[in-house]
Nanobody, 114 residues
Framework: QVQLVESGGGLVQPGGSLRLSCAAP????????GGWYRQGPGKEREMIAT???????NVARSVKGRFTIARDSAEKTLYLQMNSLKPEDTAVYYC????????WGQGTQVTVSS
C-alpha cells in the first residue's frame, strides 16, 4: 500500500452529515500530520482542515464550526466529520500528509443537493 485511500463520500441533503475516512499504510499522520483538501467544480484545490503532529488542528473559515478533523488511536486513519452540509461543500475531497508525502489519490465525491 503506497497511497492514501479516501472513502465515505456520497449524496446528502443540505443540513446533512457525512464522515470521511483516509486510510494510510502506516501511522504516518503521527509523524507528518495530515489534512483534508477539496476541489469543487471549476475551482482550485483548497485546504479544508489540518492536524499537526501534536494534534493541534486548523479549520478553514468556510467550514469552521461545521467540520472537524480527527485521527484514530493507531494514527493510520484520518477523519473528517462534516455537519450542516451546504451545497457549496460539493467537491471531491482528498487527504494527504502536511508535507504531501503521497500523490493525490482519487478522492471521494461529496455532493450536497436537495
Amino acid at each position: 500500500q503506497v497511497q492514501l485511500v479516501e472513502s465515505g463520500g456520497g449524496l446528502v441533503q443540505p443540513g446533512g452529515s457525512l464522515r470521511l475516512s483516509c486510510a494510510a499504510p502506516e501511522n504516518i499522520f503521527a509523524r507528518n500530520g495530515g489534512g483534508w483538501y477539496r476541489q469543487g467544480p471549476g475551482k482550485e484545490r483548497e485546504m479544508i482542515a489540518t492536524m499537526a503532529t501534536t494534534g493541534i488542528t486548523n479549520v478553514a473559515r468556510s467550514v469552521k464550526g461545521r467540520f472537524t478533523i480527527a485521527r484514530d488511536s493507531a494514527e493510520k486513519t484520518l477523519y473528517l466529520q462534516m455537519n450542516s452540509l451546504k451545497p457549496e461543500d460539493t467537491a471531491v475531497y482528498y487527504c494527504n500528509t502536511l508535507d504531501f508525502r503521497f500523490p493525490w489519490g482519487q478522492g471521494t465525491q461529496v455532493t450536497v443537493s436537495s
